[in-house]
């Protein structure tokens, strides 16, 4: 990994290992919508991968269909059309970063949630007031965050080195300065970007913060979980990436580095091919 000058990192999924704040917004959506057994049942098939719905697939909620490397299948997981070409070519949308139409690219956990509450004909409105009662929970004292050991160590040595680090997350100002904070990572970030509006929002901000700091994007490595949001738009700038991988997207990724844990960040950092 030579010669990194910045690193951008996300900040949900990727700086911290902790679901538990999914059983509340589970909680909360179930509470809206009309079979609350079935919906927590889905919801705990989703989270432990028994679901046909995973990260890296697709859903439709005009239709409720999901399309996958086996084709197109039924929220049950019945296979209505066999083949991947229109997943692959979903795919290549993602890639190109076009307009997916009514289909919802599953990049992460959210996703799911997002994917499982249309499903379950849960209202907009209830689906943003639990997402914002999550985040309030996440924000709470007591509640706990599983954090990555040895991150705020790896962020501290970069800042000595003088890599500027910058956090790049979608995800509200108030709950994400919170989250940073029990996270032991208050003060060390140069720049702190909050509701960044990736993937489209991404590229545009890589620039400016290259700009600011006197490097050029090929010196940037974007670090994130959602491959749509995170890894497309920097890679297609130029950037390197890594992608944060645990739940094992089923078409191929188009990263730099491409890891099931944030660990793997530190190893290649210091690994003999790493110039600094």
Known sequence: MPDIRMIVYDLDGTLYRDRSHFRRYCELLAAGAPRLRVFERDWEEIEEERHPLRVGMFFNGRTGQICGPKGLMTWEGEVVQAG????????????????????????????????????????????????????????????????????REFIQARNREGVVQILATNSPEP???????????????????????????????????AAKFGVSLDEVLMVGDNYRNDVVPARRGGCRTFFLDPHRVPHPVHATYHERRIESLFVHWNSPQNSR
């Open 84 to 151: 991947s070409a229109f997943y692959d070519d979903l795919v290549n949308d993602v890639e190109q970063e076009r307009d997916l139409g009514d289909w919802l690219y599953i990049g992460d956990l959210w996703w799911s949630m997002i994917a499982l509450a249309a499903w379950h004909r849960v209202p907009p409105e209830r689906l943003r007031e639990s997402f914002l009662a999550t985040r309030a929970y996440m924000m709470e004292d007591t509640v706990p965050l599983r954090t990555v050991p040895g991150l």
């Open 175 to 209: 709950d994400s300065r919170a989250i940073i904070g029990k996270l032991g990572l208050k003060g060390l970030f140069q720049v702190c970007s909050f509701v960044t509006g990736k993937p489209a929002g991404l590229l545009p901000r890589l620039r400016e913060w």
